[in-house]
C-alpha cells in the first residue's frame, strides 16, 4: 500500500517552456502532498505544501509565482515550473501522506533539464 | 531555525560490517522522527520513530530514539551491497495544523564486496 506516482520521470526542454510534473497518490487519499526539490549530493529541500483545496503554502524563499502547485482532488497535486531557465534544472520529488504525522511516501522523482 | 545534522556524512564499510548512523536535531514542536534510504531515484520509507528507548527492527536494519538528547541511530547489522545508499534522518513537526518534515543531508552508504 501507499503508492505514489510521479509523471514524468524525465524531462528535457528549452529555457522558457512551462513544465508541469503529475503527482498522484495511488491507493489513498491524500490530505496533504508535498513538493521538494533536490540538487545533486544534497539532501531534500522542502519547496511547499498543500492541503486539498486549499492555497499551498511556500517555504521561505521558493517563488510562488514560478512554481505554481495545484491540489485539485485527494489524489492528484502539480507542480508547475513556469518559463523554466536552466537554474531551475534539478530532481523534483512529491510525496504524500494520508493523514497528519503518518509517514509520507514519496513518488520517484522527476528529473528536469532546462537546456 | 529547525535543523536536523546526521553523521557521518559518508562511511564505506565491508560486506559483514555493522555499521551505526547518527542523527541529531533541534527542531521545535517535534512529532516523530522517520529513517528513509535513497538509492537511484526517491526515498523509500523504513521507520517512523515518536517515543523514545522502544527499539524498531526491520530484518538487519533497526534504530532507536531518544528525545532527552535529541538523537537516533540507525543500525545495520550484517551488511550486504544491497545496502549501499543513501540514509536520510527527517523530523517530523507540528504547528498550528501546519506539518512539515526536515531533512538532514544524508549519510552516504558504501559497501564493498
Redesign the interface.
Known amino acids: 500500500g501507499a503508492v505514489v506516482s510521479?509523471h514524468p520521470s524525465w524531462v528535457i526542454c528549452k529555457s522558457g517552456t512551462s513544465v508541469k510534473i503529475e503527482c498522484r497518490s495511488l491507493d489513498f487519499q491524500a490530505t496533504?502532498m508535498?513538493w521538494y526539490r533536490q540538487f545533486p549530493k544534497?539532501?531534500?529541500?522542502?519547496m511547499a505544501?498543500s492541503n486539498e483545496g486549499s492555497k499551498a503554502?511556500y517555504e521561505q524563499g521558493v517563488e510562488k509565482d514560478k512554481f505554481l502547485i495545484n491540489h485539485a482532488s485527494l489524489t492528484l497535486s502539480t507542480l508547475t515550473v513556469t518559463s523554466a531557465h536552466p537554474e531551475d534544472s534539478s530532481f523534483y520529488?512529491c510525496?504524500a501522506n494520508a493523514r497528519?504525522?503518518?509517514?509520507?511516501?514519496?513518488?520517484?522523482?522527476t528529473r528536469l533539464s532546462i537546456l | 531555525e529547525d535543523k536536523v545534522v546526521q553523521s557521518p556524512l559518508s562511511l564505506v564499510v565491508h560486506e559483514g560490517d555493522t555499521v551505526t548512523l547518527n542523527c541529531s536535531y533541534e527542531v521545535t514542536n517535534f512529532?516523530?522522527l522517520?529513517w528513509?534510504k535513497q538509492e537511484k531515484?526517491?526515498?523509500?520509507?523504513l521507520f517512523?520513530l515518536?517515543s523514545s528507548g522502544i527499539e524498531k527492527k526491520s530484518g538487519r536494519l533497526s534504530s532507536i530514539l531518544d528525545k532527552k538528547e535529541l538523537f537516533s541511530i540507525l543500525n545495520i547489522t550484517a551488511t550486504q551491497t544491497g545496502d549501499s545508499a543513501i540514509y536520510?534522518c527527517a523530523v517530523?513537526t507540528?504547528s498550528g495544523?501546519?506539518?512539515?518534515?526536515?531533512?538532514?543531508?544524508?549519510t552516504k552508504l558504501q559497501v564493498i564486496p
Open positions: 510521479q496533504t508535498f544534497q539532501s531534500l529541500m522542502l505544501t503554502t520529488i510525496s497528519t504525522n503518518q509517514p509520507q511516501h514519496f513518488g520517484d522523482g | 512529532r516523530s522517520l528513509y531515484k526517491a526515498p523509500t520509507f517512523m515518536t536520510l517530523g507540528s495544523g501546519y506539518q512539515k518534515v526536515t531533512f538532514g543531508t544524508g
